[in-house]
Antibody, heavy 118, light 110 residues
Framework: QLQLQESGPGLGKPSETLSLTCTVS??????????WGWIRQPPGKGLEWIAS???????YYNPSLKSRVAISADASKNQFSLKLSSVTAADTAVYYC??????????WGQGTLVTVSS | QTVVTQEPSFSVSPGGTVTLTCGLT?????????PSWLQQTPGQAPRTLIY???SRSSGVPDRFSGSIRGNKAALTLTGAQADDESDYYC??????????FGGGTKVTVL
């Protein structure tokens, strides 16, 4: 059974870089045709796609966040990671990692709350 | 910038039917966007109900169905139950690796 688990600091300070990691079990991040992505949800608000990395290693970014975001993957650890720089209070959200697929639907981790505060 | 639109809220009676829609501020939603529908209850991660327009995820009751209606994707809930009270999000694949979510619809069963 596929499982995704987010990890990383739950608290960050303004202007710092936020780093999160998603550990995948029960499936390989090099499996054909899947995108591995990060989505966030500010408290009481909707979902926002941040970035994805395709199984080939190609990366894709939300244009509104592209200048501050980097996604990467470590196939040896079956993990993928997110870095979000210059964070502000507006980046406070639950951050989800997910396997995204056009033809198989998405599969989500449980999410991790990240609060940006001084 | 294209925005994905959803009704903010809907109310349905137990046993009733409701259809949620997912549109674009510019253009029409077609199967080429591989529309999917997610259900989220408070404090939980979203789970996929429908993917690729009308394919039901494993374990999803058949009272949920997906379709294209006119220029929008649609999620129909037939025979609503109390535990269907949730937020529902549509997701579209815009191509070139880009995914976009709608703002979500809050469904109340009463």
């Amino acid at each position: 059974q596929l499982q995704l688990q987010e990890s990383g600091p739950g608290l960050g300070k303004p202007s710092e870089t936020l780093s999160l990691t998603c550990t995948v079990s029960g499936g390989s991040i090099t499996s054909s045709s899947y995108h591995w992505g990060w989505i966030r949800q500010p408290p009481g608000k909707g979902l926002e796609w941040i970035a994805s990395i395709y199984y080939t290693g190609t990366t894709y970014y939300n244009p509104s966040l592209k200048s501050r975001v980097a996604i990467s993957a470590d196939a040896s650890k079956n993990q993928f990671s997110l870095k979000l720089s210059s964070v502000t209070a507006a980046d406070t959200a639950v951050y989800y990692c997910a396997r995204l697929s056009m033809t198989a639907g998405s599969y989500w981790g449980q999410g991790t709350l990240v609060t940006v505060s001084s | 910038q294209t925005v994905v639109t959803q009704e903010p809220s809907f109310s349905v009676s137990p046993g009733g039917t409701v259809t949620l829609t997912c549109g674009l501020t510019s253009g029409s939603v077609s199967t080429s966007y591989y529309p999917s529908w997610l259900q989220q209850t408070p404090g939980q991660a979203p789970r996929t109900l429908i993917y690729s327009t009308n394919s039901r995820s494993s374990g999803v009751p058949d009272r949920f169905s997906g379709s294209i209606r006119g220029n929008k994707a649609a999620l129909t809930l037939t025979g609503a139950q109390a535990d269907d009270e949730s937020d529902y999000y549509c997701a579209l694949y815009m191509g070139n690796g880009i995914w976009v979510f709608g703002g979500g619809t809050k469904v109340t069963v009463l």
